[in-house]
T-cell receptor
């Protein structure tokens, strides 16, 4: 079983839609949860960062962590064509130096 | 402040040839990482370093060597390239609060 599971998509939505992206994980020691956005032929860039459980909001983006279910989500409100990218979830524990990534979900927002 | 810089951006090798990928960061970060990204596989850790003069194996280290002679540079070497090493390679450094900063990537094709 992989440490982190993520539906690869692809996901295609009309402009203005609400997008929900999700990851599940198996390691209860994970404490840091991140979402990276990767545009085509570019490196991943940090989008959202959450420590432990709860919600975090930044503009149109909301990250949720449910540690009891080992489930994290990223919501994008009022999606824009510029949101078209691959979204990678990532996580790590309090100790150790390694990050664990999902395989990424490809999102296309159609104008 | 250039962040994380990778060179070269593109390279084509023949099977059996050797090459070195260079990663440089100007943020005085201790931890640096080398990942490869393949379709459907996500980001996989090759090697990482927790400081100058130290290296450690990641998930897929076979066929690669690394060196961290200077804090700002992390080199990834392929001694005898194989077609299975065709991939996009990303370097990253670890900022405070556990955030990875990625370079733009190196696209490598091994024929």
């Amino acid at each position: 079983q992989k440490e982190v599971e993520q539906d690869p998509g692809p996901l295609s939505v009309p402009e203005g839609a609400i997008v929900s992206l999700n990851c599940t994980y198996s390691n209860s020691a994970f404490q840091y949860f991140m979402w990276y956005r990767q545009y085509s032929r570019k490196g991943p860039e940090l989008l959202m960062y959450t420590y432990s459980s709860g919600n975090k909001e930044d503009g149109r983006f909301t990250a949720q962590v449910d540690k009891s279910s080992k489930y994290i989500s990223l919501f994008i409100r009022d999606s824009q064509p510029s949101d078209s990218a691959t979204y990678l979830c990532a996580m790590r524990g309090n100790t150790g130096n390694q990050f664990y990534f999902g395989t990424g979900t490809s999102l296309t927002v159609i104008p | 402040n250039a962040g994380v810089t990778q060179t070269p951006k593109f390279r084509v090798l023949k099977t059996g040839q050797s090459m070195t990928l260079l990663c440089a960061q100007d943020m005085n970060h201790e931890y640096m990482y080398w990942y490869r990204q393949d379709p459907g596989m996500g980001l996989r850790l090759i090697h990482y370093s927790v400081g100058e003069g130290t290296t450690a194996k990641g998930e897929v280290p076979d066929g690669y060597n690394v060196s961290r002679l200077k804090k700002q540079n992390f080199l990834l070497g392929l001694e005898s390239a194989a077609p299975s090493q065709t991939s996009v390679y990303f370097c990253a450094s670890l900022a405070g609060q556990g955030i990875l900063n990625f370079g733009a990537g190196t696209r490598l094709s091994v024929l």
